[in-house]
């Protein structure tokens, strides 16, 4: 059992259209971060939330970190083929085991 | 600045055999961690360390040795390679440990046991 539970696995869209992925966990983390992995590369951080509620946008990605600090969302308005790859939550589960998430593959088609 | 460096890319093992995996940074971070990346499992840590001299086991830590003798490097050693492991390799690092910090990754080392 993952700590850490994204979904969907799998997501094909149009280019231009939005979506929202999601990471979901029963346990509280002081923080979590979402990183963007392309194909034969190490993943890339795109942000880290700290604080419950907390909303942080980078351009046309939104990312929100839940009330309670145990879930998180990201939602990509007018998504475009550069949008592709797959995208990883990751939180601290003491403060040096960094747990990950399986992952969501987006496919943004032209 | 190269970054996180990792050496060979790729490698190809027998059942049983040993080898280590090179993971260095320039960067001079205080963490370095090493990560296996399998389909639908995300990565899973398998071996940190918070400073020369010190590391620890994460989440899957069987089957593989680590040590710290520098800051730059953090080797990691498969002792006696099985099919199990079978994976992709990901070594990273960060300014100190915690999960408030940006973990930068190596390009990864994709290993196959036979």
């Known amino acids: 059992t993952q700590l850490l539970e994204q979904s969907p696995q799998f997501l094909s869209i149009q280019e231009g259209e939005n979506l929202t992925v999601y990471c979901n966990s029963s346990s509280v983390f002081s923080s979590l971060q979402w990183y963007r992995q392309e194909p034969g590369e190490g993943p890339v951080l795109l942000v880290t939330?700290?604080?419950?509620?907390e909303v942080k946008k980078l351009k046309r990605l939104t990312f929100q970190f839940g009330d309670a600090r145990k879930d998180s969302s990201l939602h990509i308005t007018a998504a475009q083929p550069g949008d592709t790859g797959l995208y990883l939550c990751a939180g601290a589960y003491n403060n040096n085991d960094m747990r990950f998430g399986a992952g969501t593959r987006l496919t943004v088609k032209p | 600045n190269a970054g996180v460096t990792q050496t060979p890319k790729f490698q190809v093992l027998k059942t049983g055999q040993s080898m280590t995996l090179q993971c260095a940074q320039d960067m001079n971070h205080e963490y370095m961690s090493w990560y296996r990346q399998d389909p639908g499992m995300g990565l899973r840590l398998i071996h940190y360390s918070v400073g020369a001299g010190i590391t620890d086991q994460g989440e899957v830590p069987n089957g593989y040795n680590v040590s710290r003798s520098t800051t730059e490097d953090f080797p990691l050693r498969l002792l006696s390679a099985a099919p199990s492991q079978t994976s992709v390799y990901f070594c990273a690092s960060s300014p100190s440990a915690g999960g408030y910090n940006e973990q930068f990754f190596g390009p990864g080392t994709r290993l196959t046991v036979l």
């Open positions: 939330v700290v604080t419950g509620g």
